[in-house]
């Protein structure tokens, strides 16, 4: 007994000594081990014609309501030519198309063709729109391009006419200093991102494949700078979405006796949906920590003591850490395939039996799994013959989530290397994080498997909730340092 108890006490010991060696911070947070120093990237832009720029983005409405309901190709084509009016030296020096209608493909031939593969950038001109009735609580009107000198308020500052524009001043001050890349660089400019981008990324990453067309890496929205929002990290912190989540959504028919209302069966349509619902929700997918272990790892080298020897001591904290995230909405996105009904319809009058039910529920799929073994699972925990699940006929039977890009690489390396100079002389912490919505991207796989999703945009507690929100917005001094951050990443390659 007294044999036992010392050798138990000796394991603690040795636990606990493994714990707290492990905790002493690391030299890098950077999940590849290399460590990187960063140089000051001086760069002076105009702030009020970039800002302008902005403003006049906003102003045109080139809303996607769905597919049932396209994007107003008026205000599609108004976009086009306001960006070859305002980018005249772009448009006449880079190859410009027009794909899918609305949609834009401009390739920038490099100078040296044994450079490299291309590079692709990624960015959207549809927004989706704002919420009715909800115009009056913005501080000034969602389509206004208001400029109050330190904010430009609209819907599409955020998500995604900033990655156009800044990226398009970026390279026309390129062109004006007579700068040209060594590799090849495209950007696509799709028209229906927020509908699924089937017509115009879809359509441009059709096209590109056809031409045999190979990149490097991309990078797309997806990520930010985020500050504030890490408890016990007072640096800033460069979140990079190596991969995303995939997506699916399925309908459950439920049918039940119809019939008048005075006389009603023991259970209804309604009430078979229902149960399956409540099933569904009480049987949430099973948890996965691959994704979220590569974000915390990244963190814990500047984080305080107790949390780092939590964050660098994954192996014997790791079931706690994972209580704890899926405690909240956000956290527990990042750890399992997450269920959401969306819609659900029944019934047509008070007095009269449906004769069947009907919900929409919205799946975004964890890596590792697809549509087909979400419905599977789905039907498994459903278990009721009277239900029928099918994929919605949404014109998608869904999206699997993405392959990993590699947190290694030149695709990465440059990226991380442009956003330590852009951040300098401030320190950053740079992390991966798997993105929870879904991207353009996803119509780039067959192009290559590096693919990056992050912007250089500045988000404080509460500012991520503006974007699809109310009160969209973007720092004047932010919109600069993304023209500068585009200005970085092409003068090097």
């Known amino acids: 007994m007294k044999l036992g108890l010392k050798l138990m006490g000796l394991v603690l010991v040795v636990i606990g000594a493994v714990v707290a060696v492990r905790a002493i911070p690391s030299a890098s947070n950077v999940s590849d081990g290399t460590t990187s120093s960063a140089t000051i990237y001086l760069l002076d832009v105009e702030r009020e014609k970039i800002a302008e ?15 049932d309901k396209p994007t107003s190709g008026e ?5 086009q030519q306001f960006l070859r009016d305002t980018f005249p030296r772009v448009f006449e020096t880079l190859t410009v198309e027009v794909v899918g209608d609305y949609s834009l493909l401009l390739h920038w031939k490099g100078s040296d063709a044994a450079a490299g593969k291309p590079v692709l950038i990624l960015g959207h001109i549809d927004v989706v729109p704002v919420i009715p009735g909800t115009e009056d609580e913005w501080e000034y009107p969602p389509f206004s391009g208001y400029n109050d000198g330190t904010y430009i308020w609209g819907r599409g500052t955020l998500d995604d006419k900033l990655n156009v524009i800044a990226s398009l001043h970026a390279v026309d001050m390129l062109l004006a200093d007579g700068r040209r890349p060594k590799r090849d660089i495209y950007f696509a400019f799709g028209h229906d991102e927020e509908q699924g981008g089937l017509d115009g990324a879809g359509a441009i990453g059709d096209l590109l494949q056809s031409r045999g067309i190979e990149a490097e890496f991309l990078i797309d929205e997806g990520g930010a700078v985020v500050e504030g929002m890490v408890p016990g990290l007072s640096k800033p912190v460069a979140i990079i979405a190596p991969a995303e989540k995939g997506i699916v959504t399925l309908e459950l028919v439920a049918r039940g006796e119809g019939g008048h209302s005075s006389m009603p069966p023991k259970q209804s349509s309604i009430g078979i949906l229902s149960q399956a619902i409540t099933r569904l929700e009480q049987k949430p997918f099973p948890d996965n920590f691959t994704q979220t272990r590569a974000f915390l790892e990244a963190l ?16 014997l904290f790791g079931p706690l850490v994972k209580w704890q995230m899926a405690q909240d909405p956000q956290g527990n996105a990042g750890l ?24 929409l529920v919205n799946f975004r799929i964890f890596p590792g799994e697809t549509p087909d073994t979400v419905r ?9 013959d009277r239900i029928t699940v099918s994929f919605s006929e949404s014109g998608q039977t869904g999206m699997a989530p993405s392959p990993t890009a590699p947190l290694s690489g030149f695709g990465w390396q440059h990226l991380t290397q442009v956003i330590r100079d852009v951040a300098a002389p401030g320190d950053i912490v740079i992390a991966p994080r798997l993105l929870v919505a879904a991207t353009d991207t996803r119509h780039y796989r067959e192009i ?9 945009l500045r988000a404080q507690p509460g500012d991520l909730k503006r974007i699809h929100g109310t009160n969209e917005r973007i720092g004047v001094a932010d919109l600069a340092d993304a023209v500068r951050f585009y200005h970085r990443f092409l003068n090097d390659l």
């Open 336 to 359: 399992r395939t997450t269920t959401a009904v969306t819609v659900i319809n029944g019934g047509v009058k008070a007095n009269v039996l449906p004769i069947s039910a009907t919900a």
């Open 300 to 315: 814990a080298p500047e984080l305080p003591y107790a949390q780092r020897l939590i964050m660098n001591n994954l192996w």
């Open 53 to 67: 720029t902005m403003s006049e983005a906003v102003r045109i409405p080139t809303i996607s309501f769905g597919r």
């Open 75 to 79: 205000a599609l084509l108004a976009f």
């Open 376 to 384: 599977a699972r789905v039907i498994e925990i459903v278990n009721d």
């Open 448 to 456: 290559t498997p590096n693919q990056y999703r992050f912007t250089w």
